[in-house]
C-alpha cells in the first residue's frame, strides 16, 4: 500500500503559479512512477503529467506543456508540480496517483491522493 496526500492547490489570478505536493508513505516511493491528474466539473478525469521513478523521464499533456513542470523527491517521498502561466481552463481538482508504468493512462495507477482545488480565477 502507497498513502498519498495531496496539497499546495488555491486560489490564483490567471498568469499566477502554484506548485502542487504530494507526500507518499508506506511501501518504497522511489518503485513508483508518479502522476498528476486532474477533474474538472463536470469532466471526466484527465492526464496531466507523469514522472518515472527514477525522475529521468516525463511525460505531461499537450495543453501543460512549456507550463507545467512535475519532479520528484525519493529522499522525501515527495513529488510536485509546478504550474506557471495559470489559466481558468486550469481549473479543477488536481490528484497525484502512484502506479508501476509510466503512462498517460489512468487504469494503470492504483494509488490516489484524495486531491487539491485549484481554481483560476480570470
Known amino acids: 500500500q502507497v498513502q498519498l496526500v495531496d496539497s499546495g492547490g488555491g486560489l490564483v489570478q490567471a498568469g499566477g503559479s502554484l506548485r502542487l505536493s504530494c507526500a507518499a508513505s508506506?511501501?518504497?516511493?522511489?518503485?513508483?512512477?508518479m502522476g498528476w491528474f486532474r477533474q474538472a466539473p463536470g469532466k471526466e478525469r484527465d492526464f496531466v503529467a507523469a514522472i518515472s521513478s527514477s525522475g529521468g523521464r516525463t511525460l505531461y499533456a499537450d495543453s501543460v506543456v512549456g507550463r507545467f513542470t512535475i519532479s520528484r523527491d525519493n529522499a522525501k517521498n515527495m513529488v510536485y508540480l509546478a504550474m506557471n502561466m495559470l489559466k481558468p481552463e486550469d481549473t479543477a481538482i488536481y490528484y497525484c496517483a502512484a502506479g508501476a508504468v509510466l503512462t498517460k493512462m489512468e487504469p494503470f495507477y492504483d494509488y490516489w491522493g484524495q486531491g487539491t482545488q485549484v481554481t483560476v480565477s480570470s
Open positions: 508506506g511501501r518504497t516511493f522511489s518503485n513508483y512512477d
